[in-house]
């Protein structure tokens, strides 16, 4: 399995209901999904043989002026494709 998440408020999800692994692992065993709790979203997707493509665009932090992650699209061998993007104040 690969996750892919934004940073922060992950580590509340067992707080607000499963952790991030073990939504992780469920969703992974779908076929893969996109994780969304409050603030906090991630993407996970079943790993193995076959292609799993990953392309990030980026914009001006917020907060520091560097080019920061905005969205991530993913797409596996099998044709589906996830997005996962940041949410940024400002």
Not at 39 to 44: F, K, N, Y
Not at 48 to 70: E, F, K, S, W
Request: charged residues 15%.
């Amino acid at each position: 399995m690969v996750v892919l998440a934004c940073g922060g408020f992950l580590d509340q999800w067992a707080d607000l209901g499963e952790p991030l692994s073990i939504r992780a692992v469920q969703a992974a065993g779908t076929g893969g999904a996109h994780l969304r709790d409050w603030l906090a979203e991630a993407v996970a997707v079943p790993a193995g043989p076959g292609a799993l493509a990953v392309a990030a665009r980026t914009r001006p932090g917020t907060y520091v002026a560097i080019d920061t992650i905005a969205t991530l699209n993913i797409k596996t061998d099998r044709y589906r494709q996830y997005a996962l993007w940041t949410r940024q104040s400002g």
